[in-house]
């Protein structure tokens, strides 16, 4: 939950989670809806699909049980290094080494290294390792990172570091390591089909098990080539792609309302919703969501923006038609 996310962020996060799944056949036994939706909220589903996959994998391959072996830990679906670091010497006492970002700031500043690759990383981090308290020697080097060795302007005169530093003796603290451009992303434009029915509830249909926000719940879209498409052409595509979900609407009416925005990491989407009228039941396998409060369903953050946005503007729609029938 902590990867790219602040602590005070996650701490309601892991209370209500620990309260779900209090231990690991818990988790291992959930349904992805659950899981999902238990995850809603904190962003990058992945995580919460790889612990899921995790869990199950522990449960089947060893028994239920964490393995100590750092092998083994990377075995495990969505454990990487850094996490099997992390695991071995902290929760198990082994002289392995454990590299966040916090760590890679100091070794590159220690060692007035401007680009630290992984396996420069690696080496240092392993040779520093304190082999009799490794987990407390790893958390000491993340927290220094965290709270004194910062991106901009770091605690020097209160590092314990201070006199080994060869980036304190260059002058180089804030150079290093060097910032590469964040990496360039694809932009593309989505028309987005809010189909509303009379009553604020709008069809939402579940995504497929690969690719963009797997197996979340979200509004039919589609890719749009123009990303400054017409209002017909907006209208036409977010129609289609609620036919092809299986929500039949009305042609009218219907309104294009603001923008949303979200950078994936991958991605940088746009999102265009258009207000639609249901003309009946649906077809497909989709679900009806009371748009003012869509709770239940796993939605990503993006979605649930456009449903707040759709029903500000049902609401205002409505209001005019009963002021002026
Ligand atoms: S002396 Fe300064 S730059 Fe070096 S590790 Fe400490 S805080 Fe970071």
Redesign the pocket.
């Known amino acids: 939950m902590l990867q790219q996310t602040r602590v005070k962020t996650v701490i309601p996060y892991y209370r209500a989670w620990l309260k779900r799944f209090p231990d690991l056949p818990a988790l291992a036994d959930a349904e992805p809806d659950e899981v999902l939706a238990q995850w809603e909220g904190l962003g990058y589903y992945r995580r919460a699909r790889s612990l899921h996959a995790g869990a199950a994998f522990v449960a089947e391959r060893h028994g239920g049980r964490i393995p100590r072996d750092l092998a083994e830990l990377k075995g495990i679906p969505g454990v990487g290094d850094y996490t099997a670091g992390a695991v071995a010497s902290i929760a198990f006492g082994r002289p392995v080494p454990a590299v966040d970002g916090n760590v890679r700031?100091?070794l590159s500043?220690?060692y007035d290294e401007p680009t630290p690759t992984a396996s420069w990383l690696r080496e240092r981090a392993g040779l520093l390792v304190d082999p009799d308290r490794p987990g407390d020697w790893n958390q000491a080097l993340m927290d220094?990172?965290a709270t004194?060795?910062?991106p901009r302007s770091?605690?020097?005169d209160?590092?314990?570091?201070?006199s080994v530093?060869?980036?304190?003796v260059a002058g180089t603290?804030e150079l290093?390591p060097s910032r590469s451009a964040r990496r360039a992303v694809p932009a593309v434009t989505f028309a987005v089909s809010v189909v509303v029915d009379r009553w604020g509830r709008a069809f939402v249909r579940r995504r497929p098990d690969k690719g963009l926000l797997a197996g979340l719940w979200a509004f039919p879209e589609a890719v749009i080539g123009d990303p400054t498409p017409d209002e017909p052409a907006l209208v036409r595509q977010a129609r289609h792609a609620a036919k092809e979900a299986g929500a039949r609407t009305r042609e009218r009416p219907r309104w294009i309302l603001d923008v949303v925005r979200h950078r994936f990491t991958h991605l940088m989407a746009t999102y265009v919703p258009v207000l639609l009228t249901a003309a009946g039941a649906s077809a497909g396998d989709g679900r009806w969501v009371p748009l003012e409060r869509p709770t239940g369903l796993a939605l990503p953050r993006a979605q649930r923006k456009i449903a707040a946005a759709a029903w500000a503007a049902f609401e205002t729609k409505e209001t005019d038609a009963d002021a002026n029938p």
Do not use: E, Y
Request: hydrophobic letters at 35%; a positive charge.
């Open positions: 700031r100091v500043r220690l220094l990172g004194i060795c910062t770091p605690g020097c209160a590092c314990p570091l201070t530093c060869a980036a304190r603290q290093r």
